[in-house]
């Protein structure tokens, strides 16, 4: 799932072998606005990509708290793109 936000750009996907776990991937400023830096790490340095592994409890209440910074104006900028409801990768790590 892809969410481009006042907050950033935002791709979350689920673990094949860790259903509950997601990673929810950003640049490095993005992400440390949400999460404390020493869970953030470096996905790909070629593209510049950290991400932060999760629970889907934990990536429902980022979710709320995206909606709640959420100003009547900002509803424009907002977009969720959807294809599946979680892409699944492997994570060999």
């Not at 709320?64 to 910074?69: H, Q, V």
């Not at 977009?79 to 990768?89: A, C, K, Q």
Request: proline letters at 1%.
């Amino acid at each position: 799932m892809k969410i481009s936000s006042t907050f950033g750009d935002f791709k979350i996907t689920q673990s094949i072998s860790k259903p509950d776990e997601l990673l929810i991937m950003s640049d490095w400023h993005s992400l440390v606005r949400i999460f404390d830096s020493s869970r953030t790490f470096m996905v790909s340095s070629k593209d510049k990509v950290f991400g932060v592994y999760l629970s889907r409890q934990e990536c429902a209440d980022v979710f709320c708290k995206f909606l709640k910074n959420i100003e009547l104006l900002d509803l424009e900028s907002v977009s969720i793109e959807n294809t599946t409801l979680f892409e699944r990768v492997v994570y060999n790590g």
